[in-house]
């Protein structure tokens, strides 16, 4: 059974940092291609940055460039989005997402697996 649980998120102030962690389980992580998206309130879900499984590519949606950063472990089965510079719009419940494709970018259809969602939310 494939597990994809999220955790780092909570509560920060505009201008902080916060780096997200999802840890995977039950499939082969180093194919997966993984991604990272959030829905905010009253929004529909929308995607942010995604990492090629082997970890050689990465892309980046244009409101988050400068300031997020996707990365992999394989070896820890695990990816991260350090998020940098955050601001109040960067509020939303944050999801990463597997593709069994060895690259994807911002179709949901193209993922397969879901994490639960970590919360983030501005404080200021």
């Known amino acids: 059974q494939v597990q994809l649980v999220e955790s780092g998120g909570g509560l920060v102030q505009a201008g902080g940092s916060l780096r997200l962690s999802c840890a995977a389980s039950?499939?082969?992580?180093?194919?997966?291609?993984m991604g990272w998206f959030r829905r905010a309130p009253g929004k529909e879900r929308e995607f942010v940055a995604s990492i090629r499984s082997s970890g050689g590519s990465t892309y980046n949606v244009d409101f988050v460039k400068g300031r997020f950063a996707i990365s992999r472990d394989n070896a820890k089965n695990t990816v991260y989005l350090q998020m940098n510079s955050l601001k109040p719009e960067d509020t939303a419940v944050y999801y990463c997402?597997?593709?069994?494709?060895?690259?994807?970018?911002?179709?949901?259809?193209?993922?397969?697996?879901w994490g639960q969602g970590t919360q983030v939310t501005d404080s200021s």
């Open positions: 997402a597997a593709a069994p494709s060895g690259w994807a970018q911002g179709r949901s259809d193209d993922y397969d697996n």
């Open positions: 039950g499939l082969t992580f180093s194919t997966y291609a």
